[in-house]
Every structure is written in structure tokens, then in C-alpha cells.
């Protein structure tokens, strides 16, 4: 049975480990391993994901729609055929966008207050 | 390598059987493929790795305990058992406590269901001691057990009291005696039938 999905904004705020890793499956798909690297990247390693937080996260991303196991699976030759790829769904997307305006108002509210830092 | 592949997969026994089932060899291989990028790394890094690992491991396999706990039918269904059984409880008491303000009062109007509320009373003892473990210990249906459990028992107290009601009470009455257990089936099997709803409702959705 389909489950009934809510709307993105009702899943708003998100954590920053669920923002982070779909961030990262925003660019394609990737597996375990490769959503931590890019994570670590994309925060200056300041989120280091274990791998308890990952994959908890990964099951609830499953559970709600937000993400999907990927069937394509990269050349053998390429890459541990083991490895399960994950994708962002449409949906996903969506709450994506909704947490990124978030963030978006909340920086303009910062950035009127004059609290951002200073370009250099 | 192969010690602290194993070290992890023995930490991973501190997560849920199911979710390390389908996330276990996900969590050695990441495991695996962090450890080998600390390694060249030194000392320092690699005890970092090490306790940011544990800590990892600390914080989020209790959640995932509480989380499947949390999914499982049988505590989802606790409150819904002491619901059921505390309504038996309160039936029970009070059908007993109106049988003996009936007899100590010779109120006529309680009399009237003396048989019922008898019956009400023994079948209701006898068959839900049969029910109550064996729904919760077993996956049976709750309500064909609560049926069949209700035949069996009125059944053998019915047939019971013709026996030896007829050879000792010479005021025995096969009528009212069987009303009053074909009502006492029907009121425990409505009560029985109420809480094998509630229990199919609060199943977990996804």
C-alpha cells in the first residue's frame, strides 16, 4: 500500500546529518562511503558521519521516501558490486528545497541584523 | 585490519538484530574504508577514528533499539492488553458484586439475572485466564481464540451445572441457567471482539 507522504514543509527542520547526506545525493547517486566523503568535504570535515549515524539515517530516508536504494549499479571493474547505491527521489528533492528556503529566511533575517560575517 | 574488522562487527551486535541484519556488512565495509584512509594517517588520527567510532556506536545504537521497540507489534499492542484486561477485570467485579448485593438484599430485579451474572462471573474467570496468555504469548488471532476459549468454557460449565445442578437443586431451572450462559458468551465475546479491534488498530502503520 502507498504510504501517504506529508508535505515537505511538515518534515521541516531537518538534522544536520539528514541535511548533509541529502546534499550530497542532490549531485547523483552514491553509496554509503561516498555520501560520508562528500559530507566530510562539503562541511570542511567539521560533520564526520559514523557509520551508526549513516546508516540510521539511511533506513529513516528509506522509510519516509526521501531516498531510494538505486538499481544501476557502476561496473564491476569500477567498483565493489556490493556496494548499495542510494538516490534522491523527487520527494526528496522537495523537502531539499523547502529546508535550503529555510535556512535561506534565516540568513536573511541574520544578514539584516547585520550578523553574517564580513565579505573579504 | 582483519582485528579491527572484527572489533567493529562485535560492536555491531550493540544494534538491533533486524537492523544489523540489513545494515551490518553497509556499516563493516564503511568501516573498513574509513579505517584504511586513517591508517596512513598515524597514530593520533587513528585513535581519533577509534573514539569517534565508539562514540558513534554508543549514541545511536540505543536510538535504534528504542526505534524497533518501538515498531514492535507486541508493545504497541501492551497498552491495548491492559485496556482489555483491566475492562474483564472491572466486568467481573462488578457482575460479582451485584450477585452478592442481589442475594444479601433479595433484590428481585438482580435475581432476575442471577443465572447470567453467575455465569458471567466463572466463565469470565475461567476464559479469560486462557485467553489474556494465550493471545499475548502466542500470535493468535485474538478474537477466534476469545471465541473458540468461550464455547469450550461455557460449554463445560453449562454442561456442568445440568449434571450436577439438576441431581442437587431440586429448584433447577435448564432454561435460565442456559440463557444466562448463552448471554455471558455473547457479552465476553463483544467485549473480546472490542479489544481484537483496538489491538488490530494500533498495528503499526508503515
Known amino acids: 500500500m502507498q504510504k501517504q507522504r506529508l508535505n515537505p514543509e511538515e518534515l521541516l527542520p531537518l538534522t544536520p546529518s539528514v541535511f548533509h547526506i541529502l546534499l550530497a545525493l542532490s549531485d547523483g547517486d552514491l553509496h554509503g562511503y561516498g555520501i560520508m566523503q562528500e559530507v566530510a568535504e562539503h562541511t570542511d570535515g567539521q560533520i564526520r558521519l559514523g557509520p551508526g549515524t549513516l546508516y540510521g539515517a539511511i533506513k529513516r530516508l528509506l522509510g519516509s521516501g526521501l531516498i531510494v536504494e538505486a538499481d544501476e549499479r557502476p561496473d564491476p571493474e569500477l567498483d565493489d558490486e556490493r556496494r548499495r547505491y542510494y538516490r534522491l527521489t523527487d520527494y526528496g528533492r522537495q523537502v531539499l528545497k523547502a529546508e535550503v528556503q529555510r535556512i535561506s529566511k534565516m540568513v536573511s533575517v541574520a544578514q539584516r541584523k547585520k550578523l553574517t560575517p564580513k565579505q573579504t | 585490519m582483519l582485528l579491527s574488522k572484527r572489533l567493529f562487527q562485535l560492536m555491531l551486535l550493540a544494534y538491533p538484530r533486524e537492523f544489523r541484519l540489513e545494515y551490518g556488512p553497509d556499516m563493516a565495509q564503511v568501516f573498513c574504508d574509513c579505517y584504511r584512509e586513517t591508517q596512513s594517517q598515524g597514530f593520533v588520527t587513528s585513535t581519533t577514528f577509534w573514539l569517534r567510532t565508539i562514540c558513534d556506536v554508543i549514541r545511536t545504537a540505543p536510538l535504534e533499539r528504542l526505534d524497533t521497540l518501538g515498531r514492535?507489534?507486541?508493545?504497541?499492542?501492551l497498552k491495548a492488553n491492559v485496556i482489555g484486561l483491566l475492562a474483564c477485570l472491572v466486568v467481573i467485579v462488578v457482575a460479582?458484586?451485584?450477585l452478592g448485593y442481589g442475594r444479601r438484599h433479595?433484590?428481585?430485579?438482580?435475581l432476575l439475572f442471577g443465572h447470567a451474572l453467575d455465569a458471567i462471573v466463572t466463565a469470565g474467570i475461567i476464559?479469560?485466564?486462557?485467553?489474556?496468555p494465550l493471545v499475548m504469548a502466542t500470535r493468535l488471532s485474538p478474537f477466534w481464540t476469545a471465541l473458540w476459549s468461550l464455547v469450550i468454557v461455557n460449554g463445560a460449565l453449562l454442561l456442568m451445572a445440568i449434571l450436577?445442578?439438576?441431581?442437587?437443586?431440586?429448584?433447577f431451572s435448564f432454561s435460565r441457567v442456559s440463557i444466562g450462559y448463552v448471554v455471558s458468551f455473547i457479552l465476553w465475546l463483544g467485549i473480546h471482539w472490542i479489544w481484537s479491534q483496538t489491538k488490530n488498530t494500533t498495528e503499526p502503520v508503515a
Do not use: C, H, T, Y
Open chain 2, 72 to 77: 514492535d507489534s507486541a508493545m504497541k499492542n
Open chain 2, 96 to 98: 460479582f458484586l451485584l
Open chain 2, 106 to 110: 433479595e433484590v428481585a430485579s438482580i
Open chain 2, 127 to 132: 476464559s479469560n485466564l486462557i485467553i489474556f
Open chain 2, 164 to 171: 450436577i445442578g439438576s441431581r442437587v437443586d431440586p429448584q
